[in-house]
């Protein structure tokens, strides 16, 4: 007896777990566009080490600094390395406010870092850390690419959960 009543109660669970919904977020979205930057702040010199400096700031964008698919402003802290071999890399957190893809307002705050050999293109990531308001939920992750010019053109997918 006991042993039926202990099927019977494993066989009600594993039937349970069957309609238990998954957790599903919602397809990538593709996002592309530029960020312009329209306000440099002081470089601080942070220090030397092995042949190379490190160099950190705050860089402001106002009202279509980011357009396209992301659309808003920002502020973005950065810290660079230039390295003795020419090698330079920027490592940025921006705080954005605005829409992604015609969503209410909201804020972000998106890592990207970047790389260049000194040749004047920087290629690079980002990723959306974290998301509040109208843009509660959302990820997203992508591309970067500066090619001699203080505009960034981004790339990549958003989706939300």
């Given at each position: 007896?006991?042993?039926?009543?202990?099927?019977f109660?494993?066989?009600?669970?594993?039937?349970?777990?069957?309609?238990?919904?998954?957790?599903?977020a919602a397809?990538?979205?593709p996002v592309?566009?530029?960020l312009?930057?329209?306000a440099v702040g002081?470089?601080?010199?942070e220090?030397?080490?092995g042949?190379?400096?490190f160099?950190?700031g705050?860089?402001?964008?106002?009202?279509?600094?980011?357009?396209g698919g992301?659309?808003?402003s920002s502020?973005?802290y950065?810290?660079?390395?230039?390295h003795?071999?020419?090698?330079?890399?920027?490592?940025?957190?921006?705080y954005?406010?605005?829409t992604?893809?015609?969503?209410d307002?909201g804020?972000?705050?998106?890592?990207?870092s970047?790389?260049?050999?000194?040749a004047?293109?920087w290629m690079?990531?980002?990723v959306?850390?974290?998301?509040?308001?109208?843009l509660a939920?959302l990820?997203?992750?992508g591309?970067?690419c500066?090619?001699?010019?203080?505009?960034?053109?981004?790339?990549g997918?958003?989706?939300?959960?």
């Amino acid at each position: 007896m006991k042993k039926r009543l202990l099927a019977f109660l494993v066989m009600i669970v594993l039937a349970g777990l069957a309609f238990v919904p998954a957790a599903v977020a919602a397809p990538p979205i593709p996002v592309s566009g530029d960020l312009t930057i329209t306000a440099v702040g002081d470089w601080v010199f942070e220090k030397n080490a092995g042949g190379n400096e490190f160099w950190s700031g705050e860089e402001v964008t106002f009202g279509d600094g980011w357009s396209g698919g992301i659309s808003g402003s920002s502020v973005d802290y950065f810290r660079c390395v230039f390295h003795r071999n020419g090698v330079i890399q920027g490592f940025f957190t921006f705080y954005f406010t605005g829409t992604v893809l015609g969503s209410d307002l909201g804020t972000l705050v998106i890592e990207m870092s970047l790389i260049t050999t000194g040749a004047g293109r920087w290629m690079g990531s980002w990723v959306i850390k974290s998301a509040a308001g109208g843009l509660a939920g959302l990820h997203g992750e992508g591309k970067a690419c500066i090619d001699m010019n203080p505009m960034v053109s981004y790339s990549g997918k958003v989706h939300w959960k």
